[in-house]
């Protein structure tokens, strides 16, 4: 069975730093790319980031880009989002997402003084 579990979502202050993870089974993570979205409320979904598996090469939203770092570690099927310099326009339930494969159900992530 293919699963999926985000973690480390939390509140944080602007400009403060949080790191969400997507420990992902039922399936080798490192043959697949994997992204991050967002959903906040209201608002549509938002594609975050991207890192691929060929070459590990990465794209990012204009939002994010030089804030937020993606990443992996396939020995343990886990991919990673690195968020410093946050705003409270990142507030959103943030979700990984393995094409063809599935999505997790996210964790939330909340930015306010």
């Known amino acids: 069975q293919k699963q999926f579990v985000e973690s480390g979502g939390g509140l944080a202050q602007p400009g403060g730093s949080l790191r969400v993870s997507c420990v992902a089974s039922g399936f080798t993570l490192g043959y697949y790319a994997v992204a991050w979205f967002r959903q906040a409320p209201g608002k549509e979904r938002e594609g975050v980031a991207v890192i691929n598996t060929s070459d590990g090469s990465t794209y990012y939203a204009d939002s994010v880009k030089g804030r937020f770092t993606i990443s992996r570690d396939n020995a343990k099927s886990t991919a990673y989002l690195q968020m410093n310099n946050l705003k409270p326009e990142d507030t959103a339930v943030y979700l990984c997402?393995?094409?063809?494969?599935?999505r997790g159900q996210g964790t939330q992530v909340t930015v306010s003084s």
């Open positions: 997402d393995v094409p063809r494969i599935g």
